[in-house]
């Protein structure tokens, strides 16, 4: 267990839907990332918090939106995606963004 | 920002055999290099790593090394077991952490 937890796991979900992933790390970070991990493109960036506060967005689709209530925890808010989102979505926790990253076991998402 | 760029994609070894990966990076201010293994439906987890005022580390089978000048990095697995297999990953980072696209290490018993 590396103090980065994800629910779900597993999240089926129609192109109409809304619904969450969320990641809590328990390592006292001050810094969260989401990743996006396909077979296409391994470990693509989404966003990044430091201090709570978005300090990255690598041109995401607004279909994706973050949110960061406080330091040890995260949210990434899904609607009307597309079969094409279907990924792995890693989240990741670290002190300070130069620093090692601890990633959680990620969400296996599907598209339908 | 930082640019990683990592080779091979894929990499097949016979068991024993030793096994290298190499990453370059753009930003001469990068200081920090670490390297994830990725085992299938698992999370990336660093397996070593090493700060810019050390040129090489070593942590049993695995070495890294670093070239401040020609700005690149390698992961050195020796004697390479079948549970060596997994997606490694290397990064740089100054201020932000970039990740390469990984290398698929395959261990053929």
């Known amino acids: 267990e590396t103090g980065v937890t994800q629910t779900p796991r597993h999240l089926v979900m129609g192109m109409t839907n809304k619904k969450s992933l969320k990641c809590e790390q328990h390592l006292g970070h001050n810094a969260m990332y989401w990743y996006k991990q396909s077979a296409k493109k391994p470990l693509e960036l989404m966003f990044v918090?430091?201090?709570?506060?978005?300090?990255e967005n690598n041109s995401v689709p607004s279909r994706f939106s973050p949110e960061c209530p406080n330091s040890s925890h995260l949210f990434l808010h899904l609607h009307t995606l597309q079969p094409e989102d279907s990924a792995l979505y890693l989240c990741?926790?670290?002190?300070?963004?130069?620093?090692?990253?601890?990633f959680g076991p990620g969400t296996r998402l599907t598209v339908l | 920002g930082e640019n990683v760029e990592q080779h091979p994609s894929t990499l097949s070894v016979q068991e024993g055999d030793s096994a290298v990966i190499k990453c370059t990076y753009s930003d001469s201010a990068s200081n920090y290099f670490p390297w994830y293994k990725q085992e299938l439906g698992k999370r990336p987890q660093l397996i070593i790593d090493i700060r810019s005022n050390v040129g090489e580390k070593k942590d049993q089978r695995i070495a890294v090394t670093l070239n401040k000048t020609a700005k690149h990095f390698s992961l050195h697995i020796t004697e390479t077991q079948p549970e060596d297999s997994a997606v490694y990953f290397c990064?740089?980072?100054?201020?932000?952490?970039?990740f390469g696209a990984g290398t698929r290490l395959t261990v053929k018993p």
């Open positions: 990741a926790s670290s002190q300070d963004k130069a620093n090692e990253q601890f």
């Open positions: 918090y430091s201090l709570e506060e978005r300090v």
């Open positions: 990064a740089a980072s100054k201020r932000d952490m970039r």
